[in-house]
């Protein structure tokens, strides 16, 4: 079994196409390959670097995007019309700024802050988080980072981490099934 390269704190951990097409079932191959450099970075770049934390950030990105397989929400956003918590305060907010990205970016808001953080104007380009391979994985990055989920993954809190993602515990089955999948694929 492929074992991931370097799992310790700080390390230059990376996990290889084959271990996630172990992880990612229904990912095509395609997707495997396009997403493997950006997600590797992405890790490095958010010292998201032993095992744990990894299998955590894998099994998250995994559940949002249907395992590589949605860029983008396939519902038309119209749900989040008018929510000010999302920062969705202008008529057509809901369905310009629906969820995108590997990590289901949504609202204005959000948009606003990974935009000026990146210094790209997601306001103009919302459609970028989901065209563009880098901001596709890379807001799953700086979402994962900015709400500070490297400490829940180090207690192994599936729970906290789905809900700070997802507002709720969606999904929370299918989540633990690729958390146990991404925990055997890397596991040292």
Not at 66 to 73: A, K
Not at 122 to 129: D, F, G, R, T
Not at 169 to 188: M, P, V
């Amino acid at each position: 079994m492929p074992h991931v390269q370097g799992t310790g704190e700080g390390m230059n951990s990376r996990i290889t196409p084959s271990q996630l097409k172990a992880i990612f079932i229904h990912a095509k191959q395609s997707a495997i390959d396009l997403f493997a450099d950006p997600i590797n970075a992405v890790m490095e770049k958010y010292n998201i670097d032993t095992s744990l934390r990894m299998a955590h950030f894998l099994a998250q990105i995994g559940h949002e995007s249907g395992e590589l397989r949605y860029r983008e929400e396939i519902a038309s956003g119209a749900a989040y019309e008018g929510r000010k918590d999302l920062g969705n305060t202008q008529k057509g907010d809901g369905r310009l700024f629906k969820g995108r990205g590997l990590i289901q970016l949504t609202g204005r808001a959000n948009y606003a802050a990974y935009g000026n953080d990146i210094g790209i104007d997601l306001l103009a380009y919302p459609s970028l988080v989901a065209t563009d391979e880098s901001l596709c994985v890379g807001v799953a990055g700086w979402y994962w980072n900015r709400k500070g989920l490297n400490g829940y993954a180090d207690a192994d809190d599936i729970v906290t981490i789905t809900k700070r993602i997802n507002g709720g515990l969606n999904g929370i089955q299918e989540r633990r099934r690729l958390l146990i999948l991404a925990k055997e694929q890397l596991k040292s």
